[in-house]
């Protein structure tokens, strides 16, 4: 196992022991778990940040800064995605553009501002829950810029952010509520990325598969008779129920094609 792998184990064994612990933490489990690190008080600030925006209150400790850097446990899997193209229509394109020009009429308050209004609304201050999110619709904006061509349209990135800003509005329990609230908005983008890409994938796998079928198929042809469904199974290393579903699949697309001709 390398550095990075006992890292992350590190870390997402500190996440667990934290929701056990009403997600709160000390500093000095912190520093005990990560006490072989070179530039230990720079890892520290990092991984203090990273639990704050996982919800996780740290006892004894303020962040330096925000740290909206910090190194994602799941990189490797997101440097392997194959991202569907997408087209934003015209429509979608002047409606966002409408959007981000209201957004900017409104203003933008300071990160202190925005910590203080979170501070405020831990406190039980009525108003300050819907100033939060008005404040941060903007973040939302500048976080969505990084996921164009990701498989989702400039609207669905901005409509994915701004539930997941109110998601981290009322998920928030203290901490540096930029960190937590700029985590919460990645996050819901990228899980809604995440199941049009697993879409996407099931889709490309399902056409590949008939596409061999069809290839299969004429291969194994013998005097104009079709080969049985058990031959074309063992041929494809699938079930003859996978098989059965593909050719009344592939005979609804040929009905398709007959019926568009027709027309």
Do not use: W
Request: hydrophobic share 35%; glycine share 4%; charged share 30%.
């Amino acid at each position: 196992m390398d550095n990075q792998d006992i890292f992350k184990e590190s870390l997402q064994s500190l996440i667990a022991y934290a929701k056990g612990n009403d997600f709160k933490l000390e500093i000095e489990d912190i520093k005990n778990s990560f006490k072989d690190f070179k530039d230990n008080e720079t890892v520290i600030n990092e991984i203090c940040a990273y639990l704050e925006s996982e919800g996780i209150k740290i006892n004894n400790y303020e962040v330096k800064e925000n740290v909206l850097s910090f190194v994602d446990v799941n990189e490797d899997k997101k440097n392997d995605t194959v991202y569907p193209e997408t087209v934003t229509s015209n429509k979608e394109k002047k409606f966002v553009e409408m959007y981000l020009n209201e957004l900017k009429e409104l203003g933008e308050k300071t990160p202190e501002d925005i910590e203080k209004l979170a501070e405020s609304y831990l406190n039980g201050d009525a108003n300050a829950k819907d100033e939060l999110i008005t404040s941060c619709l903007s973040l939302v904006s500048i976080i969505a810029a990084d996921y164009d061509n990701k498989g989702l349209t400039s609207g669905d990135v901005l409509s994915e952010g701004n539930m997941g800003l109110i998601e981290g509005v009322s998920t928030y329990v203290g901490g540096s509520f930029i960190n937590h609230i700029t985590n919460s908005i990645k996050k819901s983008i990228e899980r809604a990325i995440e199941e049009e890409c697993m879409i996407y994938s099931n889709n490309q796998d399902f056409t590949n598969k008939m596409n061999k079928l069809d290839e299969l198929s004429k291969e194994l042809t013998n005097d104009d008779k079709a080969p049985s469904t058990s031959a074309l199974a063992k041929a494809m290393n699938l079930s003859e129920d996978e098989i059965a579903i593909m050719l009344k699949e592939a005979m609804k697309a040929l009905y398709k094609d007959e019926e568009s001709e027709g027309k």
